[in-house]
């Protein structure tokens, strides 16, 4: 039996024995388990799967030290009360969106994604470099834990619309389901919006009781079978562009281990944003081949109008927090807008041109 093994074996064993009652405090043998409950169903593409894939690098790098147990969506506590189960003790760590948790504070929308907002490497470059990890260390110290980004599904698809959209005017009145700041963008434009879960979606489409739906993109809109009722996929989601997933943790709790396991935790949560992100780069576009080639999916763009007056309705959403009277509020909008405003400059002056160019230009 090699080192590693006979470790992790002996974490096994020690947690076990913990178990029973019999052994001393499992902190006191250096092994403790956490129990990780997340948002996500189990071996859900990219997402569900990422979770588990975190906690099993955390429970494997730290040799058994710090196990970490998942608890999918609803195993433990229904999806959207994760983050509750943290700050109330009966989970210590919690797989999610910062979005989710709009009603403890309109600031968390920006660490998961605001309408027209950042791309994955600019979310990452704003909470790493810029200011923002620490903005989200002051609102999430109400609460008493601590976030991490720890996945990105990347921009994510428009939706799915049963009738062509030819301009803005063909919004109007379309029942469409889109959650959170995104969805109050699509009200402005004349939608009428609605939320719903992943499970529900698509029965009401199907049904009839909505026109249009959108979830991520293609990895996991496959999944869901919304081809088999709509058949325009809209590119790209204006509203969720480079949306991030959270891991958090229970600030006193992570505050006590040892330096290297809470290195370990926010390690690995970095490593799983690259991690995430790259799965549906890959995936993605997999999935959207089978869409188009096996199931006659029409692939479109938004209308400029479309794209244009979203732009106008983002900026009035976004503008309402930076006039809110809730001073950290105010303070991470502004943080954010400044940040993109610079960060904008590298993306469209760099990154676009060479996508542009090379979309017209590279034949093979
Ligand atoms: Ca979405």
Known sequence: MDRRSFIRTAGVLGAGAAAT????????QGNITWRMVTTWPKNFPGLG???????????????????VQVYSAGEMVPPLQSLDAVIDGSAEMSHGAAYYWQNKSPALSFFTGVPYGMTTPELTAWVR?????????????????????SGNTGTQAGGWFRDELKSVEDVKGVRFRTPGLGGRVWEKLGATVTNMA???????LQSGTLDAAEFVGP??????????????YYMPSFVESGLATELVVDKKKYQELPDDLQAIIRDVSQAEYDMVAADFIANDPRALKT?????????????DDIMEAGAK???????????????????????????LNLLRTRTEKIDAPYTAARQKYLKY
């Not at 990422?50 to 730290?62: E, M, N, P, V, W």
């Not at 188009?292 to 763009?301: C, I, L, M, S, T």
């Open 21 to 28: 009652g019999l052994a001393a405090p499992a902190i006191a």
């Open 49 to 67: 799967v990422g979770a588990q894939r975190l906690a099993d690098r955390i429970t494997l790098a730290s040799g058994g030290r710090l196990t």
């Open 129 to 149: 470099f810029m200011g923002g990890q620490e903005i989200w260390d002051e609102i999430y110290d109400q609460f008493g834990v601590q976030g991490f980004l």
């Open 198 to 204: 992943a499970g529900e979606i698509f029965q009401a």
């Open 219 to 232: 990895y996991n809109d496959l999944a869901l079978g919304f081809y088999q009722v709509a058949k325009n």
């Open 291 to 303: 869409l188009v080639e096996d199931h006659g999916v029409q692939v479109r763009n938004f209308p």
């Open 313 to 339: 309705a983002s900026v009035e959403v976004i503008e309402e927090l930076r006039n809110s009277d809730d001073a950290l509020v105010k303070k991470t909008t502004e943080s954010f807008i400044e940040a």
